[in-house]
């Protein structure tokens, strides 16, 4: 069975946590290719998703196979994370790959990190290659640039 686009994959999470904690709010999202560096969004292949509940508690799923996610784990102390991400959003991994790409950042990546932009727009950051720096690309506006 084909591995769910990355937004499918998160939205589980998000709607695992929400069956137990409705005012929780995704914080982000980390896959990576656990073969390496990669220049396709399908090669990612394992996912952390951070969420914050109303009482500050920092909450991680981590996904265990196809669509599938492990013990909800609480982080304590809780890590610094940044800003609530309004979900679900309209950009997938392969359009901002397509983006980066596109704006003549076409280097590998091992790590794809969702967050909450500077200005409050999510984001993707495409990372992990010591020999290359990260690009962001804005899942609102489209806009990639160097990270």
């Known amino acids: 069975m084909a591995m769910g686009?990355?937004?499918?994959?998160?939205?589980?999470?998000?709607?695992?946590?929400?069956?137990?904690?409705?005012?929780?709010c995704l914080h982000g999202a980390q896959g990576w290719c656990s073969s390496g560096p990669t220049s396709t969004p399908m090669a990612i292949d394992r996912l952390k998703v951070l969420f914050r509940n109303d009482d500050g508690t920092v909450l991680m799923l981590e996904e265990t196979g196809y669509r599938e996610f492990g013990e909800l784990r609480r982080l304590d102390p809780p890590p610094p994370v940044g800003g609530p991400i309004d979900w679900p959003i309209e950009m997938?991994?392969?359009?901002?790959?397509?983006?980066?790409?596109?704006?003549?950042?076409?280097?590998?990546?091992?790590?794809?990190?969702?967050?909450?932009?500077?200005?409050?727009?999510?984001?993707?950051?495409?990372?992990?290659?010591?020999?290359?720096?990260?690009?962001?690309?804005?899942?609102?506006?489209?806009?990639?640039?160097?990270?």
């Open 5 to 24: 686009s990355f937004n499918e994959r998160v939205a589980v999470a998000v709607d695992l946590i929400r069956s137990r904690f409705p005012n929780a």
């Open 92 to 147: 997938d991994l392969p359009e901002a790959d397509n983006r980066k790409e596109e704006a003549a950042w076409i280097d590998p990546y091992v790590t794809v990190t969702l967050r909450a932009g500077v200005g409050g727009n999510p984001e993707f950051v495409f990372g992990g290659n010591p020999q290359c720096p990260a690009v962001i690309v804005d899942t609102v506006t489209g806009d990639a640039r160097e990270g």
